[in-house]
């Protein structure tokens, strides 16, 4: 048996039985790299030990789940501080990946996060923590443990330090700078040379500023990483060690004097960290804002007595009260009491809703005016809120596939800058026999000219405001992938009930033969509200709706899903079909019929109403559109998307609701799981689809298409279900979330193209190309102002989104902000 092996102890989900343990168990031995495996069913734990030079836990746990079973994995962010670039990020991901149980280490730049899959079994956030600071980063702590207080202290810390490093640096190199701009003035009365004066003054203020940079170096060497802080440690290093050796004329001579350049760039290094890391602190604003509606208390009424509790107190089914301008502490249902409520932050409509007894409520919102008392019916991690940060701290952390494209370049930037600039430094010196001091010039300002900072932010920050702008829009996006997806959509297909339409039914008409209309309607109500059927249903909310007072009915009957009859004010009443009222007798005039054909070919239901023996009036029944319906098709038709209609009703209904809102593809009669199908053979034909339904029974075709958009209600969001998912039931959002997935690519685009252009641009006058032709160099220190700028440029760009407001929501939030860039 080989001297090295690995052991290795996997929790498994899914055995419920001895020969379940022994599957896995066999499984596991089966493996050439696997020396013995031994399974614990009590304890759902399997402990192998494997040749780790040939097989990973990636491995083993395809093996397990070949068998039939899954192993358990975790997940946790973890807040790291002193990330500046796209290269510290592999330097982190490359060290918490070494350590063995972790799966998967993804850092998101622009949040200061790192997003940790791995096996408890194996490994601990302790060490997650040891291999962060040996990397040579700070461990702030767990994501849930970090509250907005402490990481605004802390960055709020971090900031201050940066400032004060800056301010020093540029107050030393300033006057020095223009001290030997003019010739060195009254430097022969010195005792001793000017160069020995400079290293004095510069020594103690250049390590106090570049300290940082040296470190973060170190780090990196030490895990044989390059990153930008190795580049600019070298950049400033050079400066400040050709100074050194000048000042001694040890190989150099006295006029490589940089002591005040190399200040000078560590300066403008700190203060583009400094801008970077502000501008960085503002892009997860979203998170933080519904991080802030937790209330921490509630008031509960036990035994009689009002008690205020911390939020974690509070159990399912306690009563809680809230008074007016108080925060609704988790999701329940009104028990008693009116009042408005302010939803804007959950759903982003900004006028309050009503809620009386029996209405939902959602934990952090706003009661505005009335005293409510609530039940509290999902608390903590179920809480509609919480569902919601989760899902955009898990969609702020992804990665679009379109940040590959800055991933690559990333990892060929550093080795080919500093090949640019040794190579330009030797072009200069021996084959065009500049000064060395010239050439030590064109090195250094290559060297810190160039910067992946921008390239590595591009992508995170816009993708990190962009989805918190869609949660404070109502639009909670899961992922990077579904925004770069949405925008090449050429395809959206509309499932019609309680999509397209309400889902409910409603009365749309009511047509009278010689008695009122009012009449009709509360004597039909009478009999209905004796019934549980949806058509009766719409027959009473319509007479509710109207105010109108029902009287009594007696002898309530129902026929076999034909009809039903009961006896209102002494006479009876019959309601039903046209065949149910013929056969007790009731005469319907062709008048009657050519109304009830007329509904019947508009997809409407035609409910017949006799009194007395004679026809009193018809009932049109029909699930109604919604509100928005047709604005959103006509929106996604003036997109150049094509716009398709799957249902399970039937043809003519279906063809009417398409008719009514500029449909022309439908396809009806289809059952839910045939829906998939018909999404894949639009895939089959090459077009991008996205299909838009309730989240419930079309979760086959929300799966299957390229871009699931899930209905929300608001108080149940189908989080699961889709891409994207909208918190209101509004299709409107539905439109506006493709606008918000385009305008984030554009964004995104927009990002890649001023990074690479910065350094397209700069890097080559940095290396002195222009020299020869025009007499233009690119001194040290505009190279460090332009590596700030350019990381400042794309963070600055990314933060424009958040006043972006869709066009189709543009007349609709034009009282509650402006349009954005």
Same mark, same amino acid.
């Given at each position: 048996?080989?001297?090295?092996?690995?052991?290795?102890?996997?929790?498994?989900?899914?055995?419920?039985?001895?020969?379940?343990?022994?599957?896995?168990?066999?499984?596991?031995?089966?493996?050439?790299?696997?020396?013995?495996?031994?399974?614990?069913?009590?304890?759902?734990?399997?402990?192998?030990?494997?040749?780790?030079? =040939?097989?990973?836990?990636?491995?083993?746990?395809?093996?397990?789940?070949?068998?039939?079973?899954?192993?358990?994995?975790?997940?946790?962010?973890?807040?790291?501080?002193?990330?500046?670039?796209?290269?510290?990020?592999?330097?982190?991901?490359?060290?918490?990946?070494?350590?063995?149980?972790?799966?998967?280490?993804?850092?998101?730049?622009?949040?200061?996060?790192?997003?940790?899959?791995?096996?408890?079994?194996?490994?601990?956030?302790?060490?997650?923590?040891?291999?962060?600071?040996?990397?040579?980063?700070?461990?702030?702590?767990?994501?849930?443990?970090?509250?907005?207080?402490?990481?605004?202290?802390?960055?709020?810390?971090?900031?201050?330090?940066?400032?004060?490093?800056?301010?020093?640096?540029?107050?030393?190199?300033?006057?020095?700078?223009?001290?030997?701009?003019?010739?060195?003035?009254?430097?022969?009365?010195?005792?001793?040379?000017?160069?020995?004066?400079?290293?004095?003054?510069?020594?103690?203020?250049?390590?106090?500023?570049?300290?940082?940079?040296?470190?973060?170096?170190?780090?990196?060497?030490?895990?044989?990483?390059?990153?930008?802080?190795?580049?600019?440690?070298?950049?400033?290093?050079?400066?400040?060690?050709?100074?050194?050796?000048?000042?001694?004329?040890?190989?150099?001579?006295?006029?490589?004097?940089?002591?005040?350049?190399?200040?000078?760039?560590?300066?403008?290094?700190?203060?583009?960290?400094?801008?970077?890391?502000?501008?960085?602190?503002?892009?997860?604003?979203?998170?933080?804002?519904?991080?802030?509606?937790? +209330?921490?208390?509630?008031?509960?009424?036990?035994?009689?007595?009002?008690?205020?509790? +911390?939020?974690?107190?509070?159990?399912?089914?306690?009563?809680?009260?809230?008074? +007016?301008?108080?925060?609704?502490?988790?999701?329940?249902?009104?028990?008693?009491?009116?009042?408005?409520? $302010?939803?804007?932050?959950?759903?982003?409509?900004?006028?309050?809703?009503?809620?009386?007894? &029996?209405? &939902? /409520?959602?934990?952090?919102?706003?009661?505005?005016?009335?005293?409510?008392?609530?039940?509290?019916?999902?608390?903590?991690?179920?809480?509609?809120?919480?569902?919601?940060?989760?899902? /955009?701290?898990?969609?702020?952390?992804?990665?679009?596939?379109?940040?590959?494209?800055?991933? /690559?370049?990333?990892?060929?930037?550093?080795?080919?800058?500093?090949?640019?600039?040794?190579?330009?430094?030797?072009?200069?010196?021996?084959?065009?026999?500049?000064?060395?001091?010239?050439?030590?010039?064109?090195?250094?300002?290559?060297?810190?000219?160039?910067?992946?900072?921008?390239?590595?932010?591009?992508?995170?920050?816009?993708?990190?405001?962009?989805?918190?702008?869609?949660?404070?829009?109502?639009?909670?996006?899961?992922?990077?992938?579904?925004?770069?997806?949405?925008?090449?959509?050429?395809?959206?297909?509309?499932? =019609?009930?309680?999509?397209?339409?309400?889902?409910?039914?409603?009365?749309?008409?009511?047509?009278?033969?010689?008695?009122?209309?009012?009449?009709?309607?509360?004597?039909?109500?009478?009999?209905?509200?004796?019934?549980?059927?949806?058509?009766?249903?719409?027959?009473?909310?319509?007479?509710?709706?109207?105010?109108?007072?029902?009287?009594?009915?007696?002898?309530?009957?129902?026929?076999?899903?034909?009809?039903?009859?009961?006896?209102?004010?002494?006479?009876?009443?019959?309601?039903?079909?046209?065949?149910?009222?013929?056969?007790?007798?009731?005469?319907?005039?062709?008048?009657?019929?050519?109304?009830?054909?007329?509904?019947?070919?508009?997809?409407?239901?035609?409910?017949?109403?006799?009194?007395?023996?004679?026809?009193?009036?018809?009932?049109?029944?029909?699930?109604?559109? =919604?509100?928005?319906?047709?604005?959103?098709?006509?929106?996604?038709?003036?997109?150049?998307?094509?716009?398709?209609?799957?249902? &399970?009703?039937?043809?003519?209904?279906?063809?009417?609701?398409?008719?009514?809102?500029?449909? $022309?593809?439908?396809?009806?009669?289809?059952? +839910?799981?045939?829906?998939?199908?018909?999404?894949?053979?639009?895939?089959?034909?090459?077009? /991008?689809?996205?299909?838009?339904?309730?989240?419930?029974?079309?979760?086959?075709?929300?799966?299957?298409?390229?871009?699931?958009?899930?209905?929300?209600?608001?108080?149940?969001?189908?989080?699961?279900?889709?891409?994207?998912?909208?918190?209101? $039931?509004?299709?409107?959002?539905?439109?506006?979330?493709?606008?918000?997935?385009?305008?984030?690519?554009?964004?995104?685009?927009?990002?890649?193209?001023?990074?690479?252009?910065?350094?397209?641009?700069?890097?080559?006058?940095?290396?002195?190309?222009?020299?020869?032709?025009? &007499?233009?160099?690119?001194?040290?220190?505009?190279?460090?102002?332009?590596?700030?700028?350019?990381?400042?440029?794309?963070?600055?760009?990314?933060?424009?989104?958040?006043?972006?407001?869709?066009?189709?929501?543009?007349?609709?939030?034009?009282?509650?902000?402006?349009?954005?860039?």
């Amino acid at each position: 048996m080989p001297e090295e092996k690995r052991r290795a102890e996997l929790k498994i989900s899914g055995m419920h039985c001895a020969s379940c343990a022994l599957n896995v168990e066999r499984a596991l031995q089966g493996r050439d790299d696997v020396y013995d495996a031994r399974v614990n069913l009590a304890t759902e734990t399997a402990v192998v030990e494997y040749d780790p030079a =040939k097989a990973t836990l990636v491995d083993l746990e395809r093996t397990v789940a070949d068998a039939g079973f899954q192993v358990v994995r975790d997940e946790v962010t973890v807040r790291v501080g002193g990330m500046v670039c796209a290269s510290c990020a592999q330097v982190i991901e490359a060290s918490l990946g070494d350590l063995d149980g972790v799966y998967e280490a993804r850092v998101n730049l622009a949040t200061e996060s790192v997003r940790i899959v791995y096996s408890p079994a194996l490994v601990t956030t302790s060490e997650f923590r040891a291999a962060v600071e040996d990397a040579g980063y700070q461990y702030l702590g767990l994501e849930e443990e970090v509250t907005g207080d402490v990481e605004t202290r802390m960055r709020e810390e971090d900031l201050r330090d940066k400032f004060r490093r800056m301010v020093v640096g540029f107050a030393v190199s300033i006057p020095l700078f223009f001290y030997m701009l003019l010739g060195m003035p009254g430097a022969s009365a010195l005792p001793v040379s000017v160069n020995l004066v400079m290293l004095v003054i510069t020594l103690p203020v250049f390590v106090y500023v570049s300290a940082p940079i040296f470190k973060a170096a170190a780090a990196a060497l030490r895990n044989r990483t390059l990153t930008m802080d190795v580049m600019y440690a070298m950049g400033i290093g050079v400066a400040y060690g050709a100074s050194v050796l000048g000042t001694f004329e040890i190989v150099l001579t006295p006029e490589f004097n940089f002591y005040e350049t190399a200040v000078m760039l560590a300066a403008f290094l700190t203060l583009g960290r400094y801008l970077e890391a502000r501008a960085k602190g503002r892009t997860s604003e979203a998170i933080k804002n519904l991080i802030g509606l937790r +209330p921490k208390t509630a008031t509960v009424i036990r035994d009689g007595r009002e008690v205020e509790v +911390p939020v974690e107190a509070v159990v399912v089914g306690d009563i809680l009260l809230v008074r +007016p301008g108080e925060k609704v502490p988790v999701d329940g249902t009104v028990v008693g009491g009116e009042s408005s409520v $302010d939803e804007s932050m959950i759903t982003g409509e900004p006028i309050p809703a009503d809620r009386r007894e &029996g209405d &939902g /409520v959602v934990g952090g919102t706003l009661n505005v005016n009335g005293v409510l008392r609530i039940r509290a019916e999902k608390i903590g991690k179920d809480m509609v809120l919480s569902q919601i940060i989760r899902l /955009v701290r898990d969609a702020q952390g992804s990665r679009p596939p379109v940040e590959r494209i800055a991933d /690559v370049a990333v990892s060929y930037f550093i080795p080919v800058i500093l090949l640019i600039a040794f190579a330009a430094f030797l072009a200069w010196y021996v084959g065009l026999g500049s000064s060395l001091l010239f050439a030590l010039t064109v090195l250094i300002s290559v060297l810190v000219v160039a910067c992946p900072c921008a390239l590595g932010l591009a992508t995170p920050t816009a993708v990190t405001v962009g989805i918190g702008r869609g949660a404070e829009l109502g639009l909670l996006i899961r992922n990077g992938e579904a925004l770069e997806v949405s925008e090449k959509l050429t395809a959206i297909v509309f499932d =019609k009930t309680g999509t397209l339409t309400r889902g409910k039914p409603d009365v749309t008409d009511v047509v009278a033969f010689g008695i009122p209309e009012d009449r009709l309607l509360s004597v039909a109500a009478a009999v209905e509200n004796n019934s549980q059927h949806p058509l009766a249903a719409a027959v009473v909310r319509r007479a509710e709706s109207a105010g109108l007072a029902l009287p009594v009915s007696e002898r309530f009957t129902t026929f076999g899903g034909l009809g039903v009859s009961a006896v209102v004010e002494g006479e009876e009443v019959l309601i039903g079909n046209q065949p149910f009222l013929e056969e007790h007798g009731i005469v319907v005039p062709e008048k009657a019929r050519t109304r009830v054909t007329v509904f019947q070919d508009v997809g409407k239901t035609a409910v017949l109403v006799a009194i007395g023996g004679e026809l009193a009036g018809i009932l049109a029944i029909a699930d109604t559109l =919604k509100p928005t319906t047709r604005t959103a098709v006509a929106e996604l038709r003036r997109m150049g998307l094509s716009v398709m209609m799957i249902t &399970g009703d039937n043809e003519r209904t279906a063809n009417a609701i398409a008719r009514e809102v500029g449909i $022309d593809d439908v396809h009806a009669g289809v059952l +839910p799981q045939a829906k998939a199908e018909e999404v894949r053979a639009l895939q089959v034909r090459g077009e /991008v689809v996205a299909f838009v339904g309730d989240g419930i029974n079309d979760a086959p075709a929300l799966a299957q298409a390229d871009v699931g958009i899930a209905i929300g209600s608001g108080t149940d969001v189908a989080i699961e279900s889709g891409d994207i998912v909208l918190v209101r $039931d509004d299709l409107v959002d539905a439109v506006a979330a493709i606008e918000l997935s385009r305008k984030v690519m554009s964004r995104i685009k927009q990002n890649l193209f001023w990074a690479f252009a910065y350094n397209a641009a700069l890097i080559p006058l940095a290396a002195g190309v222009l020299y020869p032709f025009f &007499g233009i160099t690119f001194r040290p220190e505009y190279a460090a102002l332009a590596m700030a700028l350019s990381s400042v440029t794309v963070v600055s760009l990314s933060l424009m989104l958040k006043t972006y407001i869709p066009p189709v929501k543009r007349g609709i939030m034009s009282e509650v902000g402006t349009r954005g860039s």
